[in-house]
């Protein structure tokens, strides 16, 4: 009897220790979705990446995931994500993009895809 007290005391406490690590898991994810910056009030997800490493570094793409929340604040953060691209990941060491669709054209009309709004562009060397 008192082994299988002692494995019916050992699961509540792997229960205990997984609800915790659990819960610590959830905070972590929100403190990382809050320290994300906002454009117009949105934290969006943000992706860049080069169209073709191998190639040039110079050629582009930013993704902004679920840019129906703000298409303002997707513009904002295209344009964002673009500068940080050319400056620091790309290593062009200028803000200077020459764009396939402007994001800091409002009239330009947005290309979205599956509810992402894509940008493309090329640091200007």
């Known amino acids: 009897m008192s082994k299988i007290m002692g494995v019916m005391t050992s699961g509540k406490t792997l229960l205990s220790l997984v ?5 610590v898991t959830l905070t972590a994810c ?3 979705k809050k320290k994300r910056p906002t454009y117009d009030g949105v934290p ?9 490493k191998k190639n040039s570094r110079a050629d582009f793409i930013v ?8 298409l303002e604040g ?17 290593g062009y060491g200028t803000s200077d993009i020459i764009w396939n669709i402007n994001p800091r054209d409002p009239e330009a ?8 709004a894509v940008f493309q562009g090329t640091c200007e060397s």
Do not use: N, P
């Open 74 to 90: 997707a513009r904002l953060a295209a344009a964002h994500a673009g500068v940080t691209y050319c400056l620091s990941e790309a």
């Open 19 to 23: 609800m915790v690590l659990g819960a």
């Open 109 to 116: 009309q947005l290309r979205l895809v599956d509810g992402a």
């Open 63 to 70: 993704e902004i995931k679920d840019a129906g929340q703000s």
């Open 30 to 32: 929100d403190s990382a």
């Open 44 to 52: 969006f997800k943000i992706k860049t990446k080069a169209v073709d």
